[in-house]
Nanobody, 124 residues
Framework: DVQLVESGGDSVQPGGSLTLSCSTA????????MAWFRQAPGKEREGVAS???????TYQDSVKGRYTISKDNAKNILYLQMNSLKPEDTATYYC???????????????????WGRGTQVTVS
């Protein structure tokens, strides 16, 4: 069974930083496209950052220059480094992995078939 577990969410002040982690188990995750999504209250879930199977990355425009997605293949962990946080970054952040749906990075939900339960980030 594939499992994704997020951690690292917290409450921070504007301008602060956080690093989210997503641990994986159950499959050779490093060959798949992975991403971070977020959902704010009353809004649809949106893609934030993605890393493809071979390391290429893509970001939502609103987080470019502030967020960095990376993965540690040896530890099977996906990271999201978030700097210069803003109140509008407040959301539940989800880790996602795509199996058999392409290897390039993507912010489209339909590319992902495995999801974590989320971790809360509050900026205020």
């Amino acid at each position: 069974d594939v499992q994704l577990v997020e951690s690292g969410g917290d409450s921070v002040q504007p301008g602060g930083s956080l690093t989210l982690s997503c641990s994986t188990a159950g499959y050779a995750w490093y060959i798949y496209c992975m991403a971070w999504f977020r959902q704010a209250p009353g809004k649809e879930r949106e893609g934030v950052a993605s890393i493809g199977a071979y390391g290429s990355r893509t970001y939502q425009d609103s987080v470019k220059g502030r967020y960095t997605i990376s993965k540690d293949n040896a530890k099977n962990i996906l990271y999201l480094q978030m700097n210069s946080l803003k109140p509008e970054d407040t959301a539940t952040y989800y880790c996602a992995a795509g199996l058999g749906r392409g290897t390039s990075p993507s912010l489209l939900e339909e590319r992902y078939n495995y999801w974590g339960r989320g971790t809360q980030v509050t900026v205020s």
